[in-house]
């Protein structure tokens, strides 16, 4: 399924790394950036352009100067060669100090048709409905009988794996609280839109406003004839 593809490659969640600021050198060679991760970043000496930011769903970060940029899949160490590399272009003899201020295994992630986007806090025994409620509840056009929710597991030999969980919001709302999924620590929660609703924004877009006007006009007319 092209949603699940989508989906599936910006899992990147779980981490045995505890939910702490490290500094660069504590992090260990073989430690990768990954979404949800909390990044410091300071340039000297253009301390303007410092920022802490977090890697997003797709694996990008937003730099001052620099943009969009990926960070996921990369070591602290290089991503820092690289920032260096990318600021001597603009800056002179740049010091770039990069370190991960709080790892993704302490949040879980919603996207799509959810009215606020984006990363939250992971507590013990949070549900679904926690999350939703959190992000300020589904959107308009979203499919709350087809939500998704893409996990990474372990299995034998530590050997990491992509699971997708089918969740259903209408059952929850309606009252089936056995259906309000218990959440894991890095669990991304995906609610796709309605098919229909690309076609029906149109209209509303484009066509409704004219059919509005012209409902006005023909209105104003008849009233100005009888006047």
């Not at 602290?76 to 990318?86: C, G, M, S, V, Y």
């Not at 890095?186 to 796709?192: C, L, N, Q």
């Amino acid at each position: 399924m092209k949603i699940s593809s989508i989906a599936l490659s910006i899992l990147t969640f779980f981490s045995s790394m505890p939910a702490f600021s490290l500094d660069l050198g504590a992090l260990g060679k073989e430690y990768f950036i990954e979404a949800g991760d909390v990044i410091s970043i300071n340039v000297q000496p253009a301390e303007e352009f410092s920022k802490e930011v977090t890697v997003q769903p797709d694996g990008t970060i937003e730099i001052p100067l620099l943009g969009s940029m990926k960070a996921q899949g990369i070591k602290p160490d290089d991503l820092q060669k690289i920032l260096t590399a990318k600021f001597s272009k603009y800056v002179s003899n740049p010091s770039i100090t990069l370190s991960v201020r709080k790892f993704s295994s302490s949040r879980v992630a919603v996207i799509g048709e959810i009215r606020q986007p984006g990363y939250f806090e992971y507590r013990e025994g949070m549900r679904l409905l926690d999350l939703v409620a959190q992000a300020g509840g589904t959107a308009d056009y979203a499919r709350r009988d087809r939500v998704r929710i893409f996990r990474r597991v372990k299995g034998v030999n530590d050997k990491v794996s992509e699971e997708v969980i089918n969740a259903d919001l209408e059952d929850v709302f309606a009252g089936i609280m056995e259906k309000n999924i218990l959440l894991a620590s890095g669990d991304i929660v995906y609610i796709p839109r309605k098919g229909y609703s690309t076609g029906a924004k149109w209209i509303s877009d484009n066509f409704t406003p004219w059919i509005t006007l012209f409902t006005f006009v023909v209105t104003a007319s008849i009233v100005a004839r009888k006047n």
